[in-house]
Every structure is written in structure tokens, then in C-alpha cells.
């Protein structure tokens, strides 16, 4: 039997949604950072060989409008 998919709360921080650069990829990857820093790190790290996209900052589980 499956497991049922349910929505996952996410944590307050800073999040980038990573995909691979090959077409036939499974669903994208969220990555938490705690500081906008730490965020702009992580999409030059990751943009070098992966589709980035920056999701936004999370606070009390909702996504805060930049």
C-alpha cells in the first residue's frame, strides 16, 4: 500500500526550489536557509549545475510577499 502524501508545514527561514538541469527530473528539492546571506550563498553554489528558483521567506507558515 501508499503512503498518503499529506502538506508539510515549513519552517520560518528562506527557501530556494532546485531542479535538475535534465528534463525527464522528479519533483523540485526546497532548500532552507536562516538568513537572506545564506540564501544568495546557496543559488550561486547550486545555480552552477542546477535549475534555481527563489521561493521566498516563510514566517508563521506563510509566505511573505517581497
Known amino acids: 500500500m501508499a ?3 499529506k502538506k508539510i508545514a515549513l519552517k520560518d527561514g ?3 526550489e532546485i ?3 535534465i528534463a525527464n527530473h ?4 526546497l532548500v ?3 538568513s537572506k546571506d ?4 546557496a543559488i550561486r ?3 552552477k549545475t542546477k535549475n534555481v ?3 521566498g521567506e516563510i514566517r508563521n507558515t506563510k509566505l511573505v510577499a517581497e
Open 3 to 5: 503512503r498518503q502524501s
Open 14 to 16: 528562506f527557501y530556494i
Open 19 to 21: 531542479k535538475s538541469n
Open 26 to 29: 522528479q519533483s523540485p528539492i
Open 32 to 34: 532552507r536557509r536562516n
Open 38 to 41: 545564506e540564501i544568495d550563498l
Open 45 to 47: 553554489q547550486y545555480g
Open 53 to 55: 528558483r527563489y521561493y
